[in-house]
């Protein structure tokens, strides 16, 4: 199981997320960290360059967490933004 390592800005976006959707994302967090490679890569889009992310969905793609495996620390950043907040 990989340790988790929040971005500094995932506290204000969880912050403005009701309580359901709180504890989805959470275990969707806690399915990432047991196999990161769930998610879609994520590549060079719109001059972005995510080469390395992965996505995964959460309340109907309502909320996207974006992460990156760091293989040398075995840990996961991830990312929360919410298309709509809930």
Known sequence: MYDIVY????ESDLKK???N??????KKIEQIAINP???KDLGNKANLNLSGYKKV???NKKIR???KII???IEIFIVVSAKEMI
């Open 57 to 59: 969905y959460v309340e």
């Open 7 to 10: 971005h500094d800005e995932v």
């Open 65 to 67: 967490i974006v992460y």
């Open 17 to 19: 997320l009701g309580h």
């Open 21 to 26: 959707v709180l504890v989805k994302v959470f």
């Open 71 to 73: 293989d040398e620390k």
């Open 37 to 39: 490679n769930i998610g």
